[in-house]
């Protein structure tokens, strides 16, 4: 009897150790709940780590808060910070100085008046100084984007044709003090304006529902001069709408949204673009859905979000975090999302394993969340998250698509995956400290070393196929061990 009682507690302990090792990889954090009965358009941390939550939700952290709330960053539940916004924020964006902007559909902030842009303090009050009055011939004009700018000056994008005194059509920048708009002006612009992000030299890449911009024919996405408002030669050109626009440390342009063509390539609500032309590079995570968010993690990973299930080969359904390299999902995986129209909407990596994030959702990786949560998104390999992953190509160089390859451990249990577009593929979740045999096969093709013995002691790159013509069949080479 006493060596059953072992018997069991051995192995509760295996299935706790188990689901600790999976929480890692996508799993939900129970212990943040706030529960908005909204959609969660936008996350923004403060410096003390304190949350502040933008959307159109009434109800957030246990606490009735109309469309923003500041949560506590251990438990979700909201504090005393109540600014009482009357319309949607669509985006909160912390200053330096720890005041808060926040920009959407309102009229109203903490009673006064406030056109679909304001400026709070730290513990919500009102800032009154700042009062830009975006208005659209007489309305309250959306405001979608807010940038922070090195001198403190205010980027801001939306639908309007008046903003801080001055007409300006969907984008202007404010002065950081009183809100009154500076001589930037991008001429005419015949669409709102959905995204921006701020490029090292100063310029700004816009995208949103235009076909002019800056003095010139551009539909939808377009490169302006931070000086003089003007177009520049950047013109990606996309089939269909882009709906966020993010940059990487290296200057690349990543873009998101509902297109099947941009930059000159097919590439289906994802893209990567180069800084200089334009033109989509190599990278293509191929998404079958919207892409509403992207982020950049600290090791270069990107975190992108929307209303996918398949997206760089693999199921991955509303979230997914993608190799730099090789646009491929890693080993985290949400799981199974319910969820609606607005998908993903915010994504914010954290230090130490984790990620928020808001959109219009009820649950995520198996779990009850309505709109918001935390999971779990360790960034380094443990016993069961390395990875082998490598490219299929023609002796040209081409990518493959549509191999398939096996990974196949010492007691027979196979594994398959299908190489993707241009020919990358991936295995996640590999044990190290084992040995496996790698083979691939294809309906079109032979290749030089089709079955291969690797050791795996941490994450392998590169483990590269190259065809042969079906003509010179020959002899398999030597298997060789990695």
């Known amino acids: 009897m006493r060596k059953l009682v072992y018997a069991v507690l051995g192995l509760a302990l295996i299935t706790l150790c188990q689901l600790f090792a999976f929480a890692a990889d ?7 709940n706030p529960n908005a009965n909204g959609v969660v358009y936008s996350i923004a941390v403060q410096a003390d780590s304190l949350l502040l939550v933008g959307g159109d939700f009434t109800n957030i952290g246990g606490q009735p808060r109309n469309h923003l709330a500041r949560l506590d960053p251990a438990t979700g539940l909201a504090d005393s910070f109540d600014p009482n916004v009357d319309g949607v924020v669509r985006v909160v964006v912390v200053q330096p100085d ?3 902007l926040i ?22 009050t009102l ?30 994008g939306g639908d309007f044709n008046s903003i801080g005194g001055q007409t300006r059509e969907r984008i202007a920048r404010l002065d950081a003090i009183t809100g009154a708009a500076d001589g930037f002006n991008a001429g005419s612009v015949n669409g709102g304006v959905l995204s921006i992000a701020v490029q090292a030299d100063g310029n700004f890449v816009v995208v949103g529902n235009f076909t002019t911009i800056g003095g010139q024919n551009r539909s939808k996405i377009a490169r302006l001069d931070a000086a003089t408002g003007a177009a520049d030669t950047f013109d990606p050109n996309p089939t269909g709408q882009p709906y966020r626009v993010a940059l990487q440390p290296d200057g690349k342009v990543l873009v998101g949204g509902q297109f099947s063509a941009i930059g000159g390539q097919t590439r289906r609500g994802i893209a990567r673009l180069d800084p200089v032309t334009g033109l989509a590079d190599s990278w293509d995570p191929n998404s079958n859905g919207v892409v509403w968010s992207i982020a950049m993690q600290a090791d270069g990973k990107i975190f992108v979000g929307g209303t996918f299930s398949m997206i760089g080969g693999q199921s991955r359904k509303f979230i997914a975090r993608l190799d730099a390299v090789t646009g491929l999902p890693d080993a985290f995986n949400a799981g199974t999302v319910s969820g609606f129209e607005n998908g993903i909407q ?10 928020l994030i ?26 069961a998250d390395v990875s082998i992953s490598g490219r299929v190509t023609t002796a040209e ?15 027979g249990n196979p594994r398959n995956v299908i190489a993707g577009v241009n020919g990358y593929y991936r295995f996640d979740a590999v044990e190290t400290g084992q040995t496996y045999v790698l083979s691939i096969r294809s309906r079109r093709f032979q290749f030089d070393n089709p079955t291969r013995v690797i050791s795996v002691v941490d994450n392998i790159y590169g483990e590269d196929f190259s065809a042969v013509p ?5 002899f398999p080479q030597p298997v060789r061990a990695r």
Not at 26 to 32: E, N, S, Y
Request: charged fraction near 15%; glycine fraction near 16%.
């Open 346 to 355: 915010a994504i914010i990596p954290q230090t130490g394993g984790k990620v």
């Open 358 to 383: 808001g959109g219009d959702f009820a649950s995520i990786a198996g779990q009850p969340r309505n709109n918001i949560a935390r999971l779990f998104a360790s960034s380094g390999p443990t016993a």
């Open 470 to 474: 079906f003509v010179n069949k020959g």
């Open 26 to 32: 996508g799993d939900v954090d129970t212990t943040f």
């Open 127 to 156: 800032d009154t100084a700042f009062d830009p009055n975006s208005t659209f011939s007489g309305f309250p004009g959306f405001v979608n984007s807010i940038s922070v700018l090195a001198g403190g000056s205010v980027l801001v």
């Open 103 to 124: 920009g959407g559909s309102f009229a109203n902030v903490s009673g006064m008046p406030r056109n679909c842009i304001a400026r709070l303090n730290a513990n919500g």
């Open 397 to 411: 160089g081409r990518g493959i698509r549509n191999a398939v390859m096996t990974l196949t451990d010492l007691n």
């Open 98 to 100: 720890g005041k808060i």
